[in-house]
Every structure is written in C-alpha cells, then in structure tokens.
Nanobody, 124 residues
Framework: QVQLVESGGGLVQAGGSLRLSCAAS????????MGWFRQAPGKEREFVAT????????YYVDSVKGRFTTSRDNAKNTVYLQMNSLKPEDTAVYYC?????????????????WGQGTQVTVSS
C-alpha cells in the first residue's frame, strides 16, 4: 500500500510560481512512476506531467510545457512539480499519483494510488 500526501498549493498571482511536493510512504517509491493530474471545477481530471521511476523520462501536457517541471528525490520518497509563469487557467486541485510500474504514463486508469489533492488558485 502506498500513501501520498501533497503540499505546496496556495493562492498566487498570474506570472508567479509554486512548487508542489508529494511525499510517499512505502518501500516501493523508487520503483514507481509518478504522475501529476489536475481537476478544475466542473471539469474532468486531466493529466499534467509524469516521471519514470528513476527520473530519466518525463512528459508533459502541451499546455504546461516550458512552464512546469517535475522531478523526484527517491532518497526522500518525494516527487515535485515546479510551476512557473502560472496562468488563471492553471487553477485546479492538483493530485499526485503512483503507478505499480516503473514506466511513466499519461492515462488516469494506469495509476494505482492517489493523494488527496492540493488547491492551486491563480488570480489574474
């Protein structure tokens, strides 16, 4: 069983930055690919970013490429999402998720464990 706890959300003005963290419990973190998803009010949860188990491979949705960066520290069982040049349309609850696989993925259904989410609000 893996438990995930996100932190770092908050209110920021457009153009600002936030860094989300996701702390994982369990001994399988270093063999698990991780993903970030977000859900805005009235919309479905969408893929944002993913990173492979050893961090060699990352992938981003087009709308955040060049602005967001995901990384991980396996010694700390933590994955990060650095968000720069934030826009109002980035406002959402952000979730981290873990796979029972070392390969990164963009599909929600391929993730086995989810955090409780952290709110990010970007004001214009």
């Amino acid at each position: 069983q893996v438990q995930l706890v996100e932190s770092g959300g908050g209110l920021v003005q457009a153009g600002g930055s936030l860094r989300l963290s996701c702390a994982a419990s369990g001994r399988t973190f270093s063999s698990s690919a991780m993903g970030w998803f977000r859900q805005a009010p009235g919309k479905e949860r969408e893929f944002v970013a993913t990173i492979s188990a050893i961090g060699a491979s990352t992938y981003y949705v087009d709308s955040v490429k060049g602005r967001f960066t995901t990384s991980r520290d396996n010694a700390k069982n933590t994955v990060y999402l650095q968000m720069n040049s934030l826009k109002p349309e980035d406002t959402a609850v952000y979730y981290c998720a873990a796979r029972a696989s070392s390969y990164s993925a963009t599909e929600r259904a391929l993730y086995n464990y989810w955090g409780q989410g952290t709110q990010v609000t970007v004001s214009s």
